[in-house]
Structures are given as structure tokens and as C-alpha cells.
T-cell receptor, first 117, second 119 residues
Framework: KAGVTQTPRYLIKTRGQQVTLSCSPI?????VSWYQQTPGQGLQFLFE???????NKGNFPGRFSGRQFSNSRSEMNVSTLELGDSALYLC????????????????FGSGTRLTVV | AQKVTQAQTEISVVEKEDVTLDCVYE???????LFWYKQPPSGELVFLIR??????QNEISGRYSWNFQKSTSSFNFTITASQVVDSAVYFC????????????????FGTGTQLKVEL
């Protein structure tokens, strides 16, 4: 069974540019969430998508956005990159049958390491 | 608001020693899930355990064991007879079931504990 796939693994961008990261969840998983990991702030929740709808959002500026496609694949976009956006971006997929309050847990991808110069 | 505290930033042990990683959480929700993840240098978060708030039974999986105590809001993780391969950063995380947050999956992580196991 394939795991969560994130592409690309590494990315170097210049300040002011924009970037798009991709995440393919485990087959059958409809929930995809994104996290940013930095040495200073640790692991922080960005947003979560379920059945193509943003269901939850963290405290990040509007420069961070995302979307989910009908096949559950998700992308996140960061516009007008800043040096502080350099981080490991992790995607997690969850089964989530929509049966409250069951939580089936999260499987993470290997991440995309973004460096902004 | 939900919060997870891992007070131990770094722990160093000698191989074969037992080590306990502490985790204290805060939540107003009555239904929630607790997790432990391992992050090796490669960066991927490896799932170790999931526990819901209604199941306080301790769990043992090989050399790993977990002690969940709602009375003290703690979910501690013990590695017995540690090995060099256990060296990694370990994260405790909390996910509220949604009655207060309006639903959705969101993990709140602790700051992690760097475990170094030396020969």
C-alpha cells in the first residue's frame, strides 16, 4: 500500500516568488492536512481539507493557501515568499469516514524542505 | 485551547538503559486523541501510537510502553532497553474530537524531545 507522497522533496526559491507543493494521500483517505516545521516554532498546523473543502485552518497569513482535488490530492501554495517561510512542510492523510468522533490517525509524508534565499 | 507540553528538550542515555519521555496536555474537550510520533533525521513523522480519551489502559508494544493518566493529563512514553536506533526526536500530539473546534482533523504538537542513545 503506497504511503503519502509529497513532491518535490527539496526546493530553493527566492524571496518574493511563489511556490506550490503537492501531496498525494493514501488511497481512500479523504482528509489531507498540512503542517509547517521550523526550528523556532516547531510543528504548526496550516490547514486541513476534506472532500475538496477546507475544514480547518491554522493561524497563518493569507499568503498560505491550499486546495484539494476530487481525487483527494492536495496542493498548498505560498505566495510572496519570505525568508521565514523556509521550513519543512509536512502533509498528513487520514481515513476519516465522517463518523464523529472517531479519529483514525494520521500518516505523514516525508515532507518538502523549502529554502527561501 | 489545546496545548501539549514536552518539558524535556533533550535526553541522553547509554544503550540498554530505560528512558521515559514525558507529555502533559491541556484540552477542554471530553473526547480527544493522543499520539506519539518519532522523527528520525530523514524528517518523516513515524506513527507510534494513538489513544482516545476513553481508553486509559496502558499499552505495551515490544520495548515501547505508554502510560495514560487522565487525572494528571499525562501520556508518557517509555522505551525499555534503549538502542542506538531509537535515537530520534519524539513528538507527543493531541487532536480534539471536534465538539469545541467544529470538527476537522488538527494535531497540536509538543515541542519534541530529542533522544540520543549512545553505545
Amino acid at each position: 500500500k503506497a504511503g503519502v507522497t509529497q513532491t518535490p522533496r527539496y526546493l530553493i526559491k527566492t524571496r518574493g516568488q511563489q511556490v506550490t507543493l503537492s501531496c498525494s494521500p493514501i488511497s481512500g483517505h479523504r482528509s489531507v492536512s498540512w503542517y509547517q516545521q521550523t526550528p523556532g516554532q516547531g510543528l504548526q498546523f496550516l490547514f486541513e481539507y476534506f472532500s475538496e473543502t477546507q475544514r480547518n485552518k491554522g493561524n497563518f497569513p493569507g499568503r498560505f493557501s491550499g486546495r484539494q482535488f476530487s481525487n483527494s490530492r492536495s496542493e498548498m501554495n505560498v505566495s510572496t515568499l519570505e525568508l521565514g517561510d523556509s521550513a519543512l512542510y509536512l502533509c498528513a492523510s487520514s481515513l476519516d469516514r465522517g463518523i464523529f468522533p472517531i479519529n483514525y490517525g494520521y500518516t505523514f509524508g516525508s515532507g518538502t524542505r523549502l529554502t527561501v534565499v | 485551547a489545546q496545548k501539549v507540553t514536552q518539558a524535556q528538550t533533550e535526553i541522553s542515555v547509554v544503550e540498554k538503559e530505560d528512558v521515559t519521555l514525558d507529555c502533559v496536555y491541556e484540552t477542554r474537550d471530553t473526547t480527544y486523541y493522543l499520539f506519539w510520533y518519532k522523527q528520525p533525521p530523514s524528517g518523516e513523522l513515524v506513527f507510534l501510537i494513538r489513544r482516545n480519551s476513553f481508553d486509559e489502559q496502558n499499552e505495551i508494544s515490544g520495548r515501547y510502553s505508554w502510560n495514560f493518566q487522565k487525572s494528571t493529563s499525562s501520556f508518557n512514553f517509555t522505551i525499555t532497553a534503549s538502542q542506538v536506533v531509537d535515537s530520534a526526536v519524539y513528538f507527543c500530539a493531541l487532536s480534539e474530537a471536534g465538539r469545541l473546534t467544529g470538527g476537522g482533523n488538527k494535531l497540536t504538537f509538543g515541542t519534541g524531545t530529542q533522544l540520543k542513545v549512545e553505545l
